[in-house]
């Protein structure tokens, strides 16, 4: 049984749940459990028994496809970086990349450095011409910020 669970529930797959339809799978408790990431971003705890895999969902309105690199412009989560690896109804799930400086780190919790949902309206398309850092900073910061991992 162990051996099923760990082929079929990794780190970024996507399930359905009683009461959540879409979560993304961020990580395995004790090969009975996983930590769910859900389009509220609120993390939740389901039984893998539970869980169903689906496909990432891709909501159409949205129009940003999976492995699009994005950049929050706006927001709490301001400066954060990640490629898109699913989206349901304006909401968008964003996998990290590494280099991510927030505005405002203090806001940002532990599981934020490595996945967070964000409103689609509030994410652009990064085509890695310049850094974050150039863009949203003023240059008075140095790389004292960095992300503490």
């Known amino acids: 049984m162990e051996e099923w669970i760990a082929n079929n529930y990794r780190k970024h797959v996507f399930v359905a749940s009683p009461g959540h ?9 004790n090969y009975l459990h996983v930590l769910l ?3 509220n971003g609120d993390v939740i705890r389901r039984p893998i028994l539970w869980c169903d895999k689906q496909r990432p969902p891709l909501d159409p309105n949205v129009g940003l496809p999976r492995h699009t690199r994005v950049i929050v412009d706006s927001g709490r989560l301001q ?4 490629m898109v690896i699913g989206s349901i109804d304006g909401r968008v ?3 990290t990349m590494d280099g991510c400086v ?3 780190q203090q806001a940002v919790n532990e599981i934020e450095w490595k996945y967070f949902v964000e409103d689609a309206t509030c994410l652009r ?7 974050p850092e150039e863009e ?10 960095s992300r503490g991992l």
């Open 136 to 145: 949203y900073w003023d240059g008075s910061c140095d790389r004292q910020y």
């Open 37 to 39: 990431l859900v389009p």
């Open 102 to 104: 927030p505005r405002y």
């Open 93 to 95: 799930f964003v996998r």
């Open 79 to 82: 400066g954060m970086f990640g």
């Open 21 to 29: 339809p879409v979560g993304l799978v961020i990580r395995e408790l």
């Open 125 to 131: 398309v990064w085509l890695e011409r310049t850094t």
